[in-house]
């Protein structure tokens, strides 16, 4: 075998090896983001996990429903930085929701976000007992200027006791910090057990309170 003839080999190979390796490359790149990808999951599993925890504990042994929309306020907030929670639930005489604040009512350009929701729309919100963003709340017959709306994310999650609908949560933050997916999903994993004690713990709730 001539000179020329190894040093063509020699180039093939070194092309055949360069070639294997960076399919090589290209599947531990594949393997490594597969992991962190599966590692974010799990961490925010655990997340969603901690927060259900927390809520779940702070409502133990309260059996009075003030209390106990209180508390759920509270660790709501906490995980949700900004954000303010309005319960509409329906009275226990079923004249209609009343919505429960632990605090000060949240607003839109200084009126009561309470009432941008009048009885219809609440009563409709409650009816379609699904997780509802504000384009669905606009449907459902949200009134307000398009600048005023604009200002707030809003988005509401059902409540309800084995299909029997209680009424649900607004959630709201100023914008521009908008409530994002993630946090919805948090939410949402723990309406159940949160319907389940206000079921527990219903007293008649008045207009205002």
């Known amino acids: 075998m001539s000179q020329s003839q190894r040093q ?3 180039r093939l190979l070194v092309r055949k ?3 294997e390796r960076k399919r090589h490359a290209r599947q531990i790149d594949i393997l490594c983001n597969d992991l962190i990808g599966a590692q974010r ?6 997340d969603h996990i901690g ?4 809520l779940y504990q702070s409502l133990l042994g309260v059996a009075d429903l003030r209390s106990l ?3 759920a306020d509270e660790v709501i907030r906490d995980a949700l930085p900004g954000a303010d929670v309005t319960f509409f639930l329906r009275r226990s ?9 632990a605090g000060q009512s949240p607003t839109i350009e200084d009126q009561p976000i309470e009432e941008y929701f009048g009885s219809e729309l609440v009563e409709s919100i409650c009816k379609a007992n699904r997780p509802c963003s504000l384009a669905d709340l606009l449907a459902l017959g949200l009134q307000g200027h398009a600048r005023e709306l604009s200002q707030v994310s809003l988005a509401t999650l059902p409540l309800n006791d084995l299909g029997r609908p209680l009424g649900f949560l607004l959630v709201s933050r100023d914008m521009p910090s908008a409530l994002t997916g993630d946090e919805l999903q948090r939410l949402a994993l ?7 004690a206000i079921a527990a713990a219903r007293v008649p709730l008045h207009a205002g309170q």
Do not use: E, I, M, Y
Request: glycine share 12%; proline share 0%.
């Open 51 to 54: 927060f259900a925890a927390r």
């Open 190 to 196: 723990v309406t159940c057990g949160l319907s389940h």
């Open 8 to 10: 063509q080999r020699l």
């Open 69 to 71: 929309l209180t508390r």
């Open 41 to 46: 999951a799990f961490v925010k599993r655990l």
């Open 93 to 101: 005489d079923g004249s209609g929701l009343g919505a429960f604040h």
């Open 17 to 19: 090896l360069n070639k």
